[in-house]
């Protein structure tokens, strides 16, 4: 049928539907015709959107399946179809959601947009079509090995090889070596390149390659990351905000007395009575410890650290730093560093710290726990559950992308070989030993983000006044829990609908068995039983894939890149005495040109949206047709603009705003 153009023909070919949405009675099929309304966009590269319309004559009877077929033509012509709309002669509408790729000589078989647990489908071609989608997409979506002891990833080696439905529009677009390579050309840094193992001059030499891109908060770390209070604050509303937390109790391998400390303590207690009431904090970088140093130049020497750093809540209520150990076993040769040493040991320090938490935060807090996690969540889900199911059409914007980014970033920044070894300390397989010592550590508790927070004693308002991460992330968490539980209630009318649910268990099993390995201590389910337990399986799933990867994503410019602040390498072995660092020793310790300048680009590059982003609360794919999830989705909206005023006025006049979790700045998935 031409009139459908290059898009192919439609066409209900003998199946149908019970009634409903059509409103077909069976005993009038000789008055029944109907209007089929396409709409489609030819790729996105040629910016071409098309509707048709079709108008059959012929009577069909109760539409049960949609098929749609393309013809395949001398020319390269994938076609993106967004939906059709079935009007009958007495005025219904039918919607058949799509918003997915036909590629070549192919054909697509489509439902209408009412969800459906499997239970609903009693005729034959409907549990067959069901059946049938899933033992497709089983065959297209392999789960694979990439490094032993990660997550099991998808089984494809580079981004073409991906089912188109979960390519990006445009590879381009993504493509590492192009976009680190744009933003060195950009941020005007690509002059220093020539100097790769150069080493800069002083701290002000930084500035050559940083003034280009400075901004409100970068260039308050310019100028004040050498403060306590700046160093401090980090561990709370920084890149990597999840690692502090509350001590009770001094460890033995941190010897540190209330001699050492009692300069910095403003109570007129000991160490001890300080912490019995709750003001001491440890940051404990503990995973560091025989990772190994990055060895793939052989012309420059790299060196890790694994740090304990003790901090202290001061009368004005800021967090900060009173005692750092570089190395876990303490002895003569690993002091522990204090606030009243020489400026440049105690300087020295804390750049150590930093580094490290560097390293923890891209490869655990960021790669890890929000890039692999979520791939697990989406690869499971288009396994197991098929379009028309709820929790399919709930959470498919929740990975748009992500499968994506991380095939490219295997294929191209984290691969043996890949940019990520350019200029990091854990690069040349340290940050493959990370994430395998880390996954000790992953459950789904610590996912669960009012449980982490009060696992890490983190959770006093009162008596942590400033962690911003913590208060705007539990205003975000409750408003995807209110929204996932009012999607729960309408399609799930008890527990035990949800302990039926086959196709949801398959789901929740998957992400047990190959995303967590079959781990018990992992602590995650393997099956759900509960409504409430649903939401919260969701709001996991969600919250991972927007809020969590926003926070630690989207700051990565604005607090790293001032080299001092965050150094991905360093050229020295941690000092084991003190009185005897020199500003020079810095500054040679400190990364050289180059890699600062491929440090630069990279946090830069990490750091922007997507091309037309779409952020929390923005459904543009209208996979849901039913009028209680629509307005579900506008209390949704509702609730994250009230965060996004509460945040907006709380930063107001503010020298260090915290942003990352306003609503308005927070991707639905992850897709950078």
């Not at 067959?128 to 979506?141: A, F, G, P, S, V």
């Not at 140093?293 to 052989?298: G, I, S, V």
């Amino acid at each position: 049928m031409r009139p459908l153009g290059d898009l192919g023909r439609l066409a209900g070919e003998g199946l149908r539907m019970p009634g409903g949405a059509c409103q077909v009675d069976t005993l009038a099929l000789h008055d029944f015709a109907s209007t089929l309304r396409t709409l489609g966009s030819a790729p996105r590269k040629r910016l071409k959107v098309d509707s048709y319309e079709v108008i059959v004559d012929e009577e069909l009877g109760d539409i049960h399946l949609i098929k749609i077929e393309k013809r395949k033509y001398w020319l390269h012509d994938d076609w993106y179809l967004k939906y059709i709309t079935l009007k009958t002669p007495y005025g219904d509408y039918m919607e058949f959601p799509c918003y997915r790729w036909i590629s070549g000589e192919g054909e697509l078989v489509l439902r209408d947009g009412r969800a459906r647990l499997s239970r609903d489908d009693q005729i034959c071609v409907l549990k067959q079509h069901r059946r049938k989608e899933l033992e497709t997409r089983q065959k297209q979506y392999r789960w694979t090995e990439w490094n032993p002891g990660f997550p099991l990833s998808i089984d494809a080696k580079c981004h073409k090889d991906l089912p188109r439905d979960i390519q990006f529009d445009s590879e381009k677009g993504v493509d590492f070596v192009l976009n680190y390579s744009k933003a060195i050309e950009n941020l005007f840094i690509n002059r220093f390149m020539h100097m790769f193992q150069s080493s800069w001059s002083d701290f002000a030499d930084f500035e050559k390659i940083f003034v280009k891109i400075s901004n409100t908060i970068s260039e308050q770390v310019m100028n004040h990351w050498q403060e306590d209070r700046i160093f401090g604050y980090q561990f709370l509303n920084g890149c990597n905000p999840v690692l502090i937390q509350r001590c009770t109790k001094l460890p033995e391998k941190l010897p540190v007395t209330t001699e050492m400390v009692e300069c910095s303590l403003e109570r007129q207690l000991t160490l001890e009575q300080e912490v019995e009431q709750g003001n001491i904090f440890i940051v404990d970088f503990e995973l560091l410890d025989g990772i190994d140093a990055n060895k793939t130049d052989p012309c420059t020497l790299q060196f890790l650290a694994a740090p304990i750093c003790l901090l202290y809540k001061n009368l004005a209520n800021k967090i900060v730093p009173i005692a750092i150990q570089l190395n876990q076993v303490p002895g003569e040769e690993n002091p522990i560093f204090l606030p009243s040493d020489a400026k440049y040991d105690w300087l020295l320090a804390k750049i150590w710290v930093r580094s490290s938490d560097f390293h923890v935060h891209q490869t655990i807090t960021h790669l890890l726990r929000t890039h692999l996690v979520s791939e697990v969540f989406g690869i499971a889900m288009y396994r197991q559950l098929p379009a028309v199911h709820p929790v399919f059409k709930l959470l498919v914007a929740h990975v748009r992308f992500t499968i994506a980014i991380n095939t490219k970033a295997r294929e191209q920044l984290i691969c043996e070989c890949g940019l990520f070894d350019k200029a990091n300390a854990t690069g040349g397989g340290g940050h493959v030993q990370m994430v395998q010592k880390a996954m000790q550590d992953l459950t789904y508790t610590s996912l669960c983000f009012p449980e982490a927070i009060k696992a890490r004693g983190m959770d006093s308002t009162e008596d942590i006044p400033y962690y911003f991460y913590r208060d705007d992330g539990l205003l975000v968490w409750e408003a995807i829990k209110t929204f996932t539980a009012d999607v729960v209630g309408i399609y799930y009318e008890s527990d035990q609908v949800v302990v039926e649910d086959q196709e949801l268990q398959d789901f929740v099993r998957d992400v047990y068995v190959y995303g967590m390995r079959g781990k018990k201590a992992s602590g995650f389910p393997k099956s759900v039983k509960t409504r409430e337990k649903l939401s919260e399986y969701l709001t996991v799933v969600i919250f991972t894939a927007s809020a969590q990867h926003a926070a630690v994503n989207f700051g990565q410019y604005d607090w790293c890149s001032w080299i001092p602040n965050a150094p991905p390498t360093m050229r020295a072995p941690p000092p084991t005495a003190k009185g005897v660092v020199t500003i020079e020793q810095i500054v040679e310790t400190l990364p050289d040109r180059g890699r600062s300048c491929w440090h630069l680009g990279a946090v830069w590059a990490l750091s922007q949206f997507q091309e037309n982003e779409l952020f929390l609360g923005m459904y543009p794919e209208e996979h849901f047709i039913e009028r209680p999830v629509k307005e579900a989705m506008a209390r949704f909206r509702k609730d994250l603009a009230a965060i996004v005023s509460v945040i907006a006025e709380r930063n107001k006049n503010k020298k260090l705003p915290y942003y990352y979790l306003s609503p308005d700045r927070i991707p639905n998935s992850v897709a950078i």
